[in-house]
C-alpha cells in the first residue's frame, strides 16, 4: 500500500488548496478508509476528517469542517482534502493515511495509532 500526497505550497491568507493523496497498490475503491492530519511545526500531529468507501465522513477537527472538506474519487485512486479560507495557523504538513480497518477510527487521543499506511506529507504554508 502506497499513498502519495501532492497539491501542497505557499498560499496567501485567505487562499485556498486542494490537496490529493493517490494510493497505489491497492485502489480506494476496495473497501478502505483514507484520513487527512496535519503536524504544524513545535506540535503534535492532529487528525482532522476520514473519508471511507461508503463516502462516510467522520471528522477528527470540528474546527476546521467549515473550511476543509475531505472527499474522494474512486476512479481515479484518489482522496482530495480542499481547503478554504485559509489562514497562517493552517501552515503545517499534511499526510493521509490508511487503516487496514474499512472503517474510519474514532476520536481518540490515539487515533494516529489506528492508521496503518503513511504518505510522505506535502507541506502547506499560509502567508500572512
Known amino acids: 500500500v502506497r499513498l502519495v500526497e501532492s497539491g501542497g505550497g505557499l498560499v496567501q491568507s485567505g487562499g485556498s488548496l486542494r490537496l490529493a493523496c493517490t494510493a497505489s497498490?491497492?485502489?480506494?475503491?476496495?473497501?478502505?478508509?483514507i484520513g487527512w492530519f496535519r503536524q504544524a511545526p513545535g506540535k503534535q500531529r492532529e487528525g482532522i476528517s476520514c473519508?471511507?468507501?461508503?463516502?462516510?465522513?467522520?471528522h477528527y477537527e470540528t474546527s476546521l469542517k467549515g473550511r476543509f472538506t475531505i472527499s474522494r474519487d474512486n476512479a481515479a485512486n484518489t482522496v482530495y482534502l480542499q481547503m478554504n479560507g485559509l489562514k497562517p495557523e493552517d501552515t503545517a504538513v499534511y499526510y493521509c493515511?490508511?487503516?487496514?480497518?474499512?472503517?474510519?477510527?474514532?476520536?481518540?487521543?490515539?487515533?494516529?495509532?489506528?492508521?496503518?499506511?503513511w504518505g510522505q506529507g506535502t507541506q502547506v504554508t499560509v502567508s500572512s
Open positions: 493515511a490508511a487503516p487496514l480497518s474499512p472503517y474510519c477510527p474514532a476520536f481518540t487521543d490515539v487515533t494516529e495509532l489506528e492508521y496503518d499506511f
Open positions: 473519508i471511507n468507501s461508503g463516502q462516510r465522513i467522520l
Open positions: 497498490d491497492f485502489t480506494v475503491d476496495d473497501d478502505y478508509a
